[in-house]
């Protein structure tokens, strides 16, 4: 009899039975809250009727046809829906299968449409686990070390933290930019970079909304260099921050935008949009995989982004969000282990320190496993596993809200 392997790491040790909403029921017959959401990825709660409906319909017509051999109307359908919500322009997309697909197809469009070898990815970024997304990824030490060499041809900048550099956002972002303009006249010159990738909020680096600012030097610096500007919206988007992109904060228009997670409230899809002019830049053959942009996920993913339209779950995000927010802030004052609280919508962050001010990883563990014990789920996150994020689902109610911090508090 296998076991299953020890790397698998389990955060909890909640089985799940089934699940609805923002619920999970255990085979420990328990009712856990969760604030997980798959890792982001039940963008509309568990098990939205709507979403299974469309799932089992699906099943019945075809599970699976590559649609680079014959097409099928989910993924036509899907595509018309998602050009409702892209930047005016990126009209053309091309799906995969995971975050980390789309990551490393976006690299190679990148780099075929310009002819440029280098990519520069920020730290603290986080694009995936395979090695090409490993590569760029800088969100901590477990994600790269043991299998080199990775990827060549990556850079990574600085991002502007504030909290950790103790800088406000206008010193480090300026901070961040100059250093970027330097790796540009010195190690990576626009010749030969062809991209930019970033997160719109770092999300296994910390939940740190990217300054607005800096997203806009990297968009004026990308213009003024040819350089495909990649914005990574795999856990951001898809309403997660309160507005549709996680870009909308900066009020940008990024060259490729990579979305995932939240696209099929769980069903294994991914996409990168681009311009038609951009997108031609690579050839059929050099893109997607065999299980890419699967019907049923497809189909999932069209009911789940008429649910968001119709259930008006983006605002809904903004509004809970900020209750969400207000609730964290009231503790902040009340528990000297909370260094720092940020985010956006239902996207928060929750950072431990020490007295004087480093890291506390134990802290954030033992707040996450004693939360177990009040039945709510939470996960950790930063480089230094610090940081408690905080992920609803993109409908949970008020009251849900409320209930997770009372949780969250008898937890602390
Ligand atoms: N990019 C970002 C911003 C992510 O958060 C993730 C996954 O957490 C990925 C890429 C990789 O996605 P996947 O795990 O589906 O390969």
Known sequence: MATLSPVLKQATPVVVDYAA???????????????????????????????????????????????????HKPLLALTEKLGDFLPAGLDSVFYATSGSEAVEA?????????????????????????????????????????????????????????????????????????????????????ADTAGFIIEPVLGDGGYIPTPVAFLQGLRERADRHGIV?????????????????????????????????????????????????????????????TYGGNAVAAAAGVATLGVIERENLVWNAHLRGEELRAGLESL???FAGIGNIRGHGL????????????????LALAVQQAAVTEELLLLTCG??????????????????????????TQAL
């Open 229 to 289: 500007f990649i914005v990574d919206e795999v856990q951001a988007g898809v309403g997660r921050t309160g507005k549709f992109w996680g870009h909308d904060w900066a009020g940008i228009r990024p060259d490729v935008v990579i979305t995932a997670k939240g696209l099929a409230s769980g069903f294994p899809i991914s996409a990168i949009a681009a311009s038609t002019e951009l997108m031609s830049k690579a050839w059929p053959g050099s893109q997607g995989g």
């Open 347 to 362: 996207m928060q962050g929750v950072e431990f320190t020490t007295a004087d001010n480093a890291p506390d990883a134990a």
């Open 106 to 190: 976006s690299v190679r469009l990148a780099r075929m449409a310009t002819g440029r070898p280098n990519i520069i990815s920020f730290h603290g970024g986080f694009h995936g686990r395979t090695v090409g997304a490993a590569s760029l990824t800088t969100a901590g030490t477990k994600f790269r070390s043991g299998f080199s060499p990775l990827m060549g041809g990556v850079h990574v900048a600085p991002f502007p933290h504030t909290y950790r550099y103790g800088w406000d956002e206008e010193t480090a972002v300026t901070f961040a930019l100059k250093e970027l303009d330097h790796l540009l006249q010195t190690i990576s010159t626009p």
């Open 21 to 71: 909403g923002s619920w999970v029921y255990a085979t420990d017959g328990k009712k856990y809250l969760d604030f997980t959401t798959g890792i982001g990825v039940t963008s509309t709660g568990h098990c939205h009727p709507d979403v299974v409906a469309a799932a089992r319909e699906q099943v019945g017509k075809i599970v699976h046809a590559q649609y680079t051999t014959v097409m």
């Open 383 to 408: 480089p230094y596993g610090n940081v408690i994020r905080i992920i609803p689902a993109l409908n949970v109610t008020s009251d849900e809200i409320q209930s997770g911090l009372t949780k969250f």
């Open 332 to 334: 902040h004052t009340d």
